[in-house]
């Protein structure tokens, strides 16, 4: 059974560098994307990015500017960096686990990080 | 701006029949997978590829796709069906990912 156990800091001043974690219970991080998604209060779901075991990204161009994605194999964690964090970036975080291809799909899903950016 | 466009708000008497449309160009490259969402909870995946359930997803719920447009039917519709609904899918380079807006389904 895949679980997606995710934490990081809930709430962050204007500024500074929203971090989040996300390990995967079982399995090996190899042969799919890891993927970021959120959705501010009330409002709808948005794909933040992804990354593969090799490293490599794919991140949404509205954010990429301020984007990071890491992974660790050998802790079976990946992890999400978005710096200079505005109020507009409140919202639920949500790591998940994607397949690729024509029928891919994001089936596994996180438990959530709700991030609150306030002074 | 989504390049998925799905209607904001659809309702359906309970037990009737509702489809839920996804309109995007990726569509005629990749499926859509459609997520159920509940009030405080976490998105469901209720189906995906071509016409794939997860476990546990009752069989009221099916895609079909034609052209630019993926569509959620849900035969039968039952009050615990009411839910925020999302469709999601690779966008025209297949090299990002997007969602649909997001359709409000209500169940009179």
């Known amino acids: 059974q895949v679980q997606l156990q995710q934490w990081g800091a809930g709430l962050l001043k204007p500024s500074e560098n929203l971090s989040l974690n996300c390990t995967l219970s079982s399995g090996s991080l190899s042969g799919f994307f890891w993927t970021w998604i959120r959705q501010p209060p009330g409002k709808g779901l948005e794909w933040i990015g992804e990354?593969?075991?090799?490293?490599?990204?794919n991140y949404n161009p509205s954010l990429k500017s301020r984007l990071t994605m890491s992974l660790d194999p050998s802790k079976n964690q990946f992890s999400l960096r978005l710096s200079s964090v505005t109020a507009a970036d409140t919202a639920m975080y949500y790591c998940?686990?994607?397949?690729?291809?024509?029928?891919?799909?994001?089936?596994?899903w996180g438990q959530g990080t709700l991030v609150t950016i306030s002074s | 701006s989504s390049e998925l466009t799905q209607d904001p708000a659809v309702s359906v008497a309970l037990g009737q029949t509702v489809r839920i449309t996804c309109q995007g160009d990726?569509?005629?490259?990749?499926?859509a997978s459609w997520y159920q969402q509940k009030p405080g909870r976490a998105p469901v995946l209720v189906v995906y590829?071509?016409?794939n359930r997860p476990s546990g997803i009752p069989d009221r719920f099916s895609v079909s796709d034609s052209g630019d447009t993926s569509s959620l039917t849900i035969a039968g519709a039952q009050a615990e069906d009411e839910a925020d609904y999302y469709c999601y899918s690779r966008d025209r380079s297949g090299s990002l990912a997007v969602f649909g807006g997001g359709t409000k389904l209500t169940i009179l």
């Open positions: 990726s569509l005629r490259s990749y499926y």
């Open positions: 590829g071509k016409n």
């Open positions: 990354i593969n075991h090799r490293g490599t990204t």
């Open positions: 998940a686990r994607t397949t690729s291809g024509t029928t891919g799909t994001t089936n596994y």
